[in-house]
């Protein structure tokens, strides 16, 4: 597979980089991909474009994190009771603290893609041109912005009581 990647996409990792771990799916639910397309999770049976799907329906996210994040979690469902009931008391406490909720919503529009930008500076083509150079100081951009996005999230998180919300603040 490296192999694959280095030579037939001419992509290569930065040393130090790349860790690959197994991660048993112990404690979250595991659906097939006929239940999965059935139940119309991510997408309907009908209309693939569509947003009438249980993914389509839930997705209010405004970030790209966000979304991938919905999208595992509706593909791959938590079963850990103790975790289901950490979100929930976060959820709950989101609903009934509206100035909360709205300052972090705030805070979150202006977050950038930073999981797709760590990624494009660990993954380095084998051959750098002009326009990877480019693209390399946009991500170290990209990176400064998302860390003058932090403290606005912190910010609204103060006063939160819920676990959940605590360890995101921290």
Same mark, same amino acid.
């Given at each position: 597979?490296?192999?694959?990647?280095?030579?037939?996409?001419?992509?290569?990792?930065?040393?130090?980089?790349? !860790?690959?771990?197994?991660?048993?799916?112990?404690?979250?639910?595991?659906?097939?991909?006929?239940? /999965?397309?059935?139940?119309?999770? /991510?997408?309907?049976?009908?209309?693939?474009?569509?947003?009438?799907? &249980?993914?389509?329906?839930?997705?209010?996210?405004?970030?790209?994190?966000?979304? !991938?994040?919905?999208?595992?979690?509706?593909?791959?469902?938590?079963?850990?009771?103790?975790?289901?009931?950490?979100?929930?008391?976060?959820?709950?406490?989101?609903?009934?603290?509206?100035?909360?909720?709205?300052?972090? !919503?705030?805070?979150?529009?202006?977050?950038?893609?930073?999981?797709?930008?760590?990624?494009?500076?660990?993954?380095?083509?084998?051959?750098?041109?002009?326009?990877?150079?480019?693209?390399?100081?946009?991500?170290? &951009?990209?990176?400064?912005?998302?860390?003058?996005? /932090?403290?606005?999230?912190?910010?609204?998180?103060?006063?939160?009581?819920?676990?959940?919300?605590?360890?995101? !603040?921290?």
């Amino acid at each position: 597979v490296m192999k694959y990647i280095e030579l037939g996409l001419g992509k290569t990792f930065a040393s130090q980089t790349l !860790r690959i771990r197994f991660e048993p799916s112990e404690g979250s639910m595991m659906i097939d991909l006929s239940t /999965i397309s059935s139940l119309e999770l /991510i997408q309907n049976l009908q209309n693939a474009k569509s947003k009438d799907s &249980l993914f389509g329906l839930l997705d209010e996210t405004l970030t790209n994190m966000g979304a !991938r994040i919905l999208r595992s979690n509706v593909l791959q469902p938590s079963t850990d009771t103790a975790k289901l009931k950490e979100r929930y008391e976060a959820v709950s406490e989101l609903a009934s603290k509206e100035d909360m909720f709205f300052a972090i !919503r705030t805070a979150l529009a202006g977050f950038v893609d930073t999981d797709r930008c760590l990624s494009n500076l660990v993954i380095l083509p084998t051959k750098i041109n002009f326009q990877y150079m480019e693209q390399s100081v946009n991500n170290v &951009l990209m990176l400064k912005t998302f860390i003058d996005s /932090i403290k606005p999230v912190w910010q609204g998180l103060t006063g939160a009581g819920s676990e959940e919300l605590q360890k995101i !603040r921290q």
